[in-house]
């Protein structure tokens, strides 16, 4: 099996938009008025969640006129969030078939089927002609792929001249051995985890120039804070969230990332980076 398998089969819901729909209902709305915010808790797998993704990704300066692609998109949440913030056309890819179907389902439920595709597919080998996108971005994926220059080379392809990517990822910062599960992979077989050195070096190989680099560490350490004291303050986690994807191995997970996270193992590093050749 490949690397891409093994991957997409680590993400593999077996009834994944049935949870969802129930766990909806359960809250007593109808789908009729679902908002992409009722959906934050679930659609944003990266440290940090929906504030994470606006710490990164919310200071663009962006138009109706963009078209944003976002690697490995998952449920297509963070698509979701800057189509509707910014009214710009956003395409998602991801290899996960279930996440794809389930977010392109949910894109119809809060009514930007028009502005947001998902798509399945990989990123080392995209379905898209040259210089198509504006911009791109990759919230917590790098960590699933070995081979990063392909990757950086092939994100170098698909942008227009001039064009932003940015990269959200947990990065080795110092030796040490991580725990598995996490979240991100079942085993050290599918898990890639690199330093920044080795992102910024396939980044200017691809023709990128490096504008800036940020560790989200203290970042990290203050949510995970947050949200324990949100959870034990509710009697409990919610209807849906990043359970809902886990499934029973999410305590264990969560369990392992947070170790590597204070020993300084690992931290998500935010990675800017311009298309300049």
Avoid at 54 to 82: F, K, N, P, T, W
Avoid at 261 to 276: D, R, S, Y
Wanted: contains cysteine.
């Amino acid at each position: 099996m490949s690397d891409e398998l093994r991957v997409a089969e680590h993400y593999h819901h077996g009834d994944l938009l049935h949870a969802i729909e129930s766990a909806f209902r359960q809250s007593g709305k109808a789908l009729s008025d679902m908002r992409i915010e009722d959906l934050a808790d679930i659609d944003e797998f990266h440290i940090g969640g929906r504030q994470a993704t606006d710490q990164v990704l919310g200071q663009r300066m962006l138009s109706e006129q963009d078209h944003l692609l976002d690697i490995g998109c998952g449920l297509g949440g963070a698509c979701r969030y800057m189509a509707d913030r910014y009214r710009c056309r956003v395409t998602g890819i991801d290899l996960t078939q279930t996440y794809i179907d389930t977010g392109n389902t949910l894109c119809s439920w809060v009514n930007l089927a028009q502005q947001v595709e998902l798509v399945a597919g990989s990123a080392l080998a995209m379905p898209f002609e040259a210089a198509r996108f504006s911009g791109a971005y990759m919230l917590h994926v790098g960590m699933n792929i070995e081979d990063k220059a392909q990757l950086c080379a092939e994100v170098h392809r698909v942008l227009t001249p001039g064009a932003s990517f940015t990269l959200y990822d947990v990065m080795q910062e110092k030796p040490g051995a991580l725990l598995y599960p996490v979240p991100w992979a079942t085993d050290a077989s599918t898990s890639f985890v690199s330093s920044r050195e080795d992102y910024i070096k396939h980044l200017e190989h691809a023709g990128f120039e490096i504008s800036f680099v940020k560790n989200h560490a203290h970042f990290a350490m203050d949510y995970f804070q947050s949200e324990k004291k949100r959870v034990k303050a509710m009697g409990g986690r919610g209807l849906l969230g990043l359970h809902t994807l886990m499934q029973e191995e999410h305590p264990v997970k969560v369990r392992n990332m947070m170790q590597g996270l204070q020993h300084g193992f690992i931290a998500p590093v935010e990675i800017n980076a311009i298309k300049v050749k």
